[in-house]
């Protein structure tokens, strides 16, 4: 089954840090640009960051920008999500997707988001 496997997600404290994994089962990185969105209860899934298939574009929304750090290892068919002064309506789901017809982002999300996996989910609460 093509999809992503999310995960480093789990409890912090307000102010606190995470780092989200998302590795590529099926099918690699290459050449993709690869977006991470999250879904608060509620709300509709939202786009938050996108790197393009070099790492050399990097986009953020406001709402994370300056907090957040979008990186891959296209060698370890891996993207990250470093995640630094967490907030409490940063509690979500947290999902990682790929655009597989572009290298290239569409600012901070992907025009062709594909390959879901089922997420991981990070609270922020103290």
């Known amino acids: 089954q093509l999809q992503f496997v999310e995960s480093g997600g789990g409890l912090v404290q307000p102010g606190g840090s995470l780092r989200l994994s998302c590795a590529a089962s099926g099918f690699t990185l290459d050449y993709a640009a690869i977006g991470w969105f999250r879904q608060a209860p509620g709300k509709e899934r939202e786009g938050i960051s996108c790197i393009s298939s070099s790492g050399g574009s990097t986009n953020y929304a406001d709402s994370v920008k300056g907090r957040f750090t979008i990186s891959r290892d296209n060698a370890k068919n891996t993207v990250y999500l470093q995640m630094n002064s967490l907030k409490p309506e940063d509690t979500a789901v947290y999902y990682c997707?790929?655009?597989?017809?572009?290298?290239?982002?569409?600012?901070?999300?992907?025009?062709?988001?594909?390959?879901w996996g089922q997420g991981t989910q990070v609270n922020v609460s103290s």
């Open positions: 997707a790929k655009d597989p017809y572009r290298y290239y982002c569409s600012g901070y999300v992907l025009y062709q988001p594909h390959y």
